[in-house]
Protein backbone atom coordinates (compact mmCIF):
# COMPACT_ATOMS: atom_id res chain seq x y z
CA UNK A 1 0.00 0.00 0.00
CA UNK A 2 1.20 3.81 -1.14
CA UNK A 3 0.12 6.73 0.33
CA UNK A 4 0.85 10.15 -1.75
CA UNK A 5 0.73 13.00 -0.13
CA UNK A 6 1.35 16.13 -2.42
CA UNK A 7 0.49 19.98 -1.60
CA UNK A 8 2.04 22.77 -1.44
CA UNK A 9 4.44 24.64 1.45
CA UNK A 10 3.01 24.31 4.60
CA UNK A 11 -0.33 23.15 3.62
CA UNK A 12 0.07 20.28 6.41
CA UNK A 13 1.08 17.57 4.74
CA UNK A 14 3.76 16.52 6.63
CA UNK A 15 1.32 16.58 9.77
CA UNK A 16 -0.95 14.40 7.64
CA UNK A 17 0.95 11.93 6.37
CA UNK A 18 2.31 11.01 10.10
CA UNK A 19 -0.48 10.48 11.46
CA UNK A 20 -1.86 8.10 8.82
CA UNK A 21 1.71 6.07 8.90
CA UNK A 22 1.16 6.06 12.62
CA UNK A 23 -2.43 5.00 12.37
CA UNK A 24 -1.80 1.97 10.04
CA UNK A 25 1.65 1.00 11.18
CA UNK A 26 3.23 2.41 7.41
CA UNK A 27 6.44 3.64 7.09
CA UNK A 28 6.92 7.77 6.16
CA UNK A 29 9.08 9.85 4.07
CA UNK A 30 9.41 13.27 4.06
CA UNK A 31 10.79 13.77 0.40
CA UNK A 32 11.44 17.19 0.60
CA UNK A 33 13.79 16.83 3.60
CA UNK A 34 15.52 15.33 0.70
CA UNK A 35 15.75 18.95 -1.10
CA UNK A 36 16.34 20.61 1.38
CA UNK A 37 19.54 18.38 2.52
CA UNK A 38 20.93 18.84 -0.79
CA UNK A 39 20.21 22.69 -0.69
CA UNK A 40 22.24 22.77 3.09
CA UNK A 41 24.78 20.76 1.79
CA UNK A 42 25.13 23.28 -1.35
CA UNK A 43 25.12 26.37 0.86
CA UNK A 44 27.34 24.39 3.76
CA UNK A 45 29.92 24.09 0.95
CA UNK A 46 29.88 27.72 0.23
CA UNK A 47 28.03 27.50 -3.04
CA UNK A 48 25.10 29.59 -4.53
CA UNK A 49 22.16 26.86 -4.16
CA UNK A 50 22.04 27.59 -8.20
CA UNK A 51 25.27 26.03 -8.96
CA UNK A 52 23.84 22.87 -11.07
CA UNK A 53 27.51 20.80 -10.34
CA UNK A 54 27.61 21.32 -6.82
CA UNK A 55 23.50 20.41 -6.27
CA UNK A 56 24.81 17.12 -8.60
CA UNK A 57 27.16 16.46 -6.52
CA UNK A 58 25.44 17.17 -3.15
CA UNK A 59 22.48 14.88 -4.39
CA UNK A 60 24.66 12.17 -5.43
CA UNK A 61 26.30 11.95 -2.29
CA UNK A 62 23.14 12.23 -0.03
CA UNK A 63 23.20 9.91 3.09
CA UNK A 64 19.25 9.96 3.69
CA UNK A 65 19.95 8.55 6.88
CA UNK A 66 22.26 11.07 8.27
CA UNK A 67 19.85 14.39 7.44
CA UNK A 68 20.21 16.59 10.29
CA UNK A 69 16.47 17.55 10.70
CA UNK A 70 17.20 21.09 12.50
CA UNK A 71 19.37 22.35 9.74
CA UNK A 72 17.40 22.06 6.88
CA UNK A 73 14.03 23.80 8.70
CA UNK A 74 14.84 27.16 7.78
CA UNK A 75 13.16 29.63 5.36
CA UNK A 76 16.50 30.08 3.56
CA UNK A 77 17.10 26.24 2.97
CA UNK A 78 13.79 26.40 1.83
CA UNK A 79 14.04 28.79 -0.86
CA UNK A 80 17.14 26.91 -1.55
CA UNK A 81 15.83 23.72 -1.74
CA UNK A 82 13.24 24.67 -4.39
CA UNK A 83 16.07 26.09 -6.60
CA UNK A 84 17.73 23.03 -6.46
CA UNK A 85 14.65 20.61 -7.17
CA UNK A 86 13.85 22.65 -10.44
CA UNK A 87 17.05 21.07 -11.40
CA UNK A 88 16.08 17.44 -13.30
CA UNK A 89 19.55 16.02 -12.86
CA UNK A 90 19.15 16.84 -9.10
CA UNK A 91 15.85 15.24 -9.22
CA UNK A 92 16.87 11.92 -11.21
CA UNK A 93 19.45 11.53 -8.36
CA UNK A 94 17.41 10.91 -5.42
CA UNK A 95 14.85 9.02 -7.32
CA UNK A 96 15.32 5.17 -6.99
CA UNK A 97 15.62 6.19 -2.78
CA UNK A 98 12.66 7.59 -3.35
CA UNK A 99 11.10 4.61 -5.20
CA UNK A 100 12.98 2.21 -2.91
CA UNK A 101 11.38 3.47 0.15
CA UNK A 102 7.61 3.30 -1.71
CA UNK A 103 7.85 -0.36 -2.52
CA UNK A 104 10.35 -1.89 -0.24
CA UNK A 105 9.13 0.14 3.23
CA UNK A 106 11.69 -0.34 5.81
CA UNK A 107 11.05 -2.63 8.48
CA UNK A 108 9.18 -4.81 6.70
CA UNK A 109 6.30 -1.87 7.10
CA UNK A 110 3.13 -3.33 5.23
CA UNK A 111 2.91 0.48 3.71
CA UNK A 112 4.56 3.54 3.06
CA UNK A 113 3.57 7.54 3.11
CA UNK A 114 5.05 9.74 1.36
CA UNK A 115 4.76 13.32 0.68
CA UNK A 116 6.13 16.32 -1.36
CA UNK A 117 5.02 17.97 -4.77
CA UNK A 118 5.24 15.22 -7.34
CA UNK A 119 4.62 12.06 -5.48
CA UNK A 120 1.43 11.17 -7.08
CA UNK A 121 2.90 12.40 -10.12
CA UNK A 122 6.11 11.19 -10.85
CA UNK A 123 7.68 9.14 -8.11
CA UNK A 124 4.67 6.84 -7.13
CA UNK A 125 2.08 7.46 -9.90
CA UNK A 126 0.61 3.60 -9.22
CA UNK A 127 0.39 5.19 -5.49
CA UNK A 128 -3.23 3.04 -4.64
CA UNK A 129 -4.08 6.13 -2.77
CA UNK A 130 -3.94 10.23 -3.65
CA UNK A 131 -4.48 13.30 -1.61
CA UNK A 132 -3.47 16.67 -2.54
CA UNK A 133 -3.20 19.13 0.45
CA UNK A 134 -3.56 22.31 0.01
CA UNK A 135 -4.80 25.87 1.93
CA UNK A 136 -4.97 29.53 1.37
CA UNK A 137 -1.15 31.21 1.57
CA UNK A 138 -2.50 32.94 4.30
CA UNK A 139 -3.16 30.27 6.10
CA UNK A 140 -0.02 28.25 5.37
CA UNK A 141 1.94 31.41 6.38
CA UNK A 142 0.57 32.13 9.48
CA UNK A 143 1.41 27.90 10.21
CA UNK A 144 4.77 28.33 8.95
CA UNK A 145 5.46 31.63 11.14
CA UNK A 146 3.76 30.39 14.10
CA UNK A 147 6.25 27.41 13.66
CA UNK A 148 9.13 29.57 13.40
CA UNK A 149 8.25 31.80 16.08
CA UNK A 150 8.16 28.96 18.23
CA UNK A 151 11.52 27.56 17.65
CA UNK A 152 12.85 31.63 18.10
CA UNK A 153 12.91 32.89 15.02
CA UNK A 154 11.83 36.70 14.94
CA UNK A 155 10.96 36.58 10.82
CA UNK A 156 7.85 38.63 10.33
CA UNK A 157 4.75 36.97 9.07
CA UNK A 158 4.24 38.99 6.16
CA UNK A 159 7.80 37.74 5.26
CA UNK A 160 7.00 34.38 5.49
CA UNK A 161 3.76 34.90 3.24
CA UNK A 162 6.25 36.52 0.65
CA UNK A 163 8.78 33.44 0.67
CA UNK A 164 6.19 30.94 0.52
CA UNK A 165 4.27 32.59 -2.62
CA UNK A 166 7.95 32.96 -4.21
CA UNK A 167 8.39 29.29 -3.15
CA UNK A 168 5.17 28.20 -4.73
CA UNK A 169 5.22 29.72 -7.82
CA UNK A 170 9.02 28.47 -8.49
CA UNK A 171 7.40 24.96 -7.27
CA UNK A 172 4.45 25.23 -9.58
CA UNK A 173 6.15 27.18 -12.66
CA UNK A 174 9.27 24.71 -12.95
CA UNK A 175 9.32 22.46 -16.16
CA UNK A 176 10.26 19.12 -14.24
CA UNK A 177 7.59 17.80 -11.83
CA UNK A 178 5.99 21.04 -11.40
CA UNK A 179 3.40 20.87 -8.31
CA UNK A 180 0.15 19.72 -9.32
CA UNK A 181 -2.78 17.44 -8.80
CA UNK A 182 -2.48 14.06 -10.46
CA UNK A 183 -5.56 13.80 -12.08
CA UNK A 184 -6.97 10.77 -9.57
CA UNK A 185 -5.67 12.73 -6.63
CA UNK A 186 -8.52 13.56 -4.07
CA UNK A 187 -8.69 17.11 -2.95
CA UNK A 188 -8.14 18.08 0.78
CA UNK A 189 -8.20 21.98 1.77
CA UNK A 190 -7.13 22.18 5.64
CA UNK A 191 -7.35 25.93 5.67
CA UNK A 192 -10.48 25.90 7.98
CA UNK A 193 -9.48 22.31 9.27
CA UNK A 194 -7.71 21.97 12.84
CA UNK A 195 -5.02 19.22 12.90
CA UNK A 196 -7.68 16.26 14.25
CA UNK A 197 -10.41 17.36 11.73
CA UNK A 198 -7.96 17.25 8.91
CA UNK A 199 -6.52 13.66 9.84
CA UNK A 200 -10.64 12.35 10.05
CA UNK A 201 -11.14 13.81 6.65
CA UNK A 202 -8.08 11.70 5.60
CA UNK A 203 -9.43 9.00 7.09
CA UNK A 204 -12.88 9.08 5.59
CA UNK A 205 -11.01 9.48 2.34
CA UNK A 206 -9.00 6.70 2.64
CA UNK A 207 -12.07 4.17 3.57
CA UNK A 208 -13.96 5.28 0.61
CA UNK A 209 -10.89 4.55 -1.50
CA UNK A 210 -10.69 1.18 -0.07
CA UNK A 211 -14.35 0.18 -0.86
O1 LIG B 1 4.44 19.34 5.48
P1 LIG B 1 3.88 20.70 5.21
O2 LIG B 1 4.92 21.72 4.93
O3 LIG B 1 2.80 20.71 4.17
O4 LIG B 1 3.11 21.19 6.53
P2 LIG B 1 3.29 20.71 8.05
O5 LIG B 1 4.71 20.82 8.45
O6 LIG B 1 2.60 19.41 8.25
O7 LIG B 1 2.40 21.80 8.80
C1 LIG B 1 2.82 23.15 8.89
C2 LIG B 1 2.36 23.70 10.22
O8 LIG B 1 0.94 23.84 10.21
C3 LIG B 1 2.69 22.81 11.41
O9 LIG B 1 3.13 23.63 12.47
C4 LIG B 1 1.37 22.15 11.75
O10 LIG B 1 1.25 21.89 13.13
C5 LIG B 1 0.36 23.21 11.34
N1 LIG B 1 -0.95 22.67 10.90
C6 LIG B 1 -2.12 23.23 11.37
O11 LIG B 1 -2.07 24.16 12.17
N2 LIG B 1 -3.35 22.76 10.97
C7 LIG B 1 -3.44 21.75 10.09
N3 LIG B 1 -4.63 21.29 9.71
C8 LIG B 1 -2.25 21.18 9.59
C9 LIG B 1 -1.02 21.67 10.00
O1 LIG C 1 7.66 21.58 4.31
P1 LIG C 1 7.44 22.45 3.10
O2 LIG C 1 6.13 22.13 2.45
O3 LIG C 1 7.63 23.89 3.37
O4 LIG C 1 8.57 22.11 2.04
P2 LIG C 1 9.27 20.73 1.77
O5 LIG C 1 8.25 19.66 1.55
O6 LIG C 1 10.28 20.50 2.83
O7 LIG C 1 9.98 20.95 0.37
C1 LIG C 1 11.02 21.90 0.17
C2 LIG C 1 11.15 22.12 -1.33
O8 LIG C 1 11.63 20.90 -1.93
C3 LIG C 1 9.87 22.44 -2.07
O9 LIG C 1 9.57 23.83 -2.10
C4 LIG C 1 10.12 21.88 -3.46
O10 LIG C 1 10.80 22.80 -4.29
C5 LIG C 1 11.06 20.71 -3.21
N1 LIG C 1 10.39 19.40 -3.30
C6 LIG C 1 10.18 18.87 -4.55
O11 LIG C 1 10.50 19.50 -5.56
N2 LIG C 1 9.65 17.63 -4.69
C7 LIG C 1 9.27 16.93 -3.63
N3 LIG C 1 8.76 15.71 -3.81
C8 LIG C 1 9.45 17.47 -2.33
C9 LIG C 1 9.99 18.73 -2.19
Known sequence: MIIAIDGPAAAGKGTLARQIADHFGYAYLDTGSLYRAVAHAVVKAGKEPGD?????KAAKELDPAAIDPKAIRTGEIGQAASIVAAMQPVRDAIL?????????PPGGAPGAVLDGRDIGTVVCPEAELKLFVTASPEVRAHRRWLELKNSGSKVSETQVLEEVRERDKRDRERAHSPLLPAADAHLLDTSDLSIEAAFKAALAIIESGRT
Open 52 to 56: EAAAL
Open 96 to 104: AFQRNFAEN
